[in-house]
């Protein structure tokens, strides 16, 4: 135990970690480049689907950007996550009378009820159709 203490220690075992963290980094960002990227886009389409032509309108142009794919995908996840937390309270008895079920929520309720985030989002578009660059 004191040999290998001793030998992490020392400058080579630290870049032999620093190399190793390095390649991790790398194979995780090359995971997400070919399989979770593409993905997440796929979900956004489906889940754009079934939004009004005006959040698509709103959206689509965006999506080419990174970050934004990361904030609507982020919507989508919080979207999930209410309609599961729905889908647990759907048919459970409230003072011995049942409760009407909630209603699921798509991407386009989600940024209606968020105004500030749909105003972003509107901003954003405004300054994408003037400059697609």
Known sequence: E???RGFLATDEAAE????????????????????GKPRE?????EALVGCSRDVQKL???LLKCESIQRVLYSALEA????????????GRRRHGVMTPPPRDVDLGDYLAAR???RCVLERLHREVKADPT
């Open 2 to 4: 004191a040999f290998w």
């Open 41 to 45: 886009l796929r979900e956004l389409a």
């Open 59 to 61: 959206v689509a142009p």
């Open 115 to 117: 105004p500030a985030l």
């Open 16 to 35: 032999a970690w620093e190399a190793e963290q390095a390649e991790a980094r790398a194979d995780a960002e090359e995971q997400w480049e070919t399989e």
């Open 79 to 90: 979207c999930r996550r209410e309609n599961a937390e729905n889908a647990f309270r759907r």
